[in-house]
C-alpha cells in the first residue's frame, strides 16, 4: 500500500485563528496536512495546521496511527511512502526505517550533491550539443549510495535525475530507501505523485471547495476541513461503486454534479418513502438510474457475510 502525504497551501482571507502570512507563498493562510491511499486517491487523514509551519509538522504523528490501522487489518502489508521535499526531514527517514516503510522523498538540491552529479552533467550536455536536433529533450539518472546530510545519522541513498531540454539545466533528487535502477525509482514510482495526491487536492479545492475554511475560529475550521475530506473519501468510494458505467467511472466532482448531483427535482415524502421526481426531459434520467443500481449493488457487496471488513479510514480531527 502508497501512502502519499502532502501539505497543501489554504489561502485565507480575514482574521481567523492562526492564519499566518508564509512568504513562499506570499499570502495569509493555513498548511492542511493530507494523507492518500496511492492506488485510489482513497483520503486517510487531514489535519489542519497554522500557516506558518513548517510542511514536515505532524507528518510522523499521522503515519504513526494509521501504520498501526494498516497493520491491524493487514499484518503482513507492505507500506510504501511518497512526499515531496517539504517532507525530508531525518525524523520521517527514520520513522520509515524503524517501521520498515519504503520511501521515495523529494530533496532540495545543494552544492555538494551539485558537485556530485557535475560530471554526468558534464557528459550529458556534450552529448545534448550534438544531438538536440534529433532528441530536444534528453535525461540521466545517477545514483548516489552514501550521501550523509550533517543532520543526518547515516548515508541514505539519493537518485538524482538530470535533466536538458530547451528551457536549459534540471536536476532533481530523491533520498529513498528503495533498491533498483534510479530511472525506475524515479519515474515508476516517485512522479506518479502527479496522480496521487495532486489530483485529489486539486478536486478538493476545485470541485468540493475544501479551501474555503471562513470560520473565525481555529478548531471549527478543522471540523470542517474533516467534512470536505469525508465528502472526497465518498467520492472515491462512489467511482469504485460506478467503475463498471464509463460514463461516470473516472469523472471527477465537477462532472458528478452537472451530471448526478445538482438537479432540479420535485421532493416528496411518505411514511416509508421520499419521492425525487425529475423531469422526464432531463439527458441523463437513465444514467442516475445505472448509478443507484451500481451503488446499491456496490453496498450490497460490503454487507455480505464473510466480507472482508474494511479498516477504519483513520481521518485524524488533530486540529
Sequence with gaps: MI?????????????????F???????????PL?????????????WLRPGTVHASCGVVTTLRSIVRLLRAAWPDVLILLRGDTGLAVPEVYEFCEAEGLLYAIGYS???????????????????????????????????????????????RRIVAKIEINRHGVNRRFVVTNLSGHGQGIYHG????????????????????HMDRLSFHRFRANGLKLLEHTL????????REATAA???VARAEVSTLRQKLWKVGAVVKTSVRRIWF??????????LFVRVYQAVQAFVASLRQPGTAALPRAGLLPLS
Excluded: C, M
Aim: hydrophobic letters at 35%.
Design 277 to 286: 421526481h425529475f423531469s422526464e426531459t432531463w439527458p441523463h434520467r437513465h
Design 189 to 208: 514510482f516517485y512522479v506518479q505523485r502527479g496522480n496521487v495526491p495532486e489530483k485529489p487536492i486539486g478536486e478538493l479545492k476545485n470541485g468540493l
Design 245 to 247: 458505467l464509463p460514463e
Design 21 to 31: 502570512f508564509h512568504g513562499y507563498f506570499d499570502q495569509h493562510q493555513y498548511f
Design 109 to 155: 538540491s545543494n552544492a555538494v550533491l551539485q558537485e556530485r552529479t557535475a560530471a554526468a552533467l558534464r557528459d550529458l550536455q556534450t552529448y545534448y550539443a550534438f544531438y538536440q536536433h534529433r532528441e530536444p529533450e534528453v535525461q540521466r539518472f545517477e545514483v548516489i549510495e552514501d550521501y550523509q546530510a550533517e543532520s543526518w545519522s547515516r548515508p
Design 3 to 19: 501512502l502519499d502525504v502532502d501539505p497543501t497551501d489554504d489561502a485565507t482571507h480575514g482574521q481567523q485563528v492562526l492564519s
Design 34 to 46: 493530507l494523507v492518500f491511499d496511492g492506488a485510489t486517491g482513497f483520503p486517510l487523514a487531514a
Design 231 to 238: 465528502a472526497y473519501a465518498l467520492v472515491v468510494l462512489h
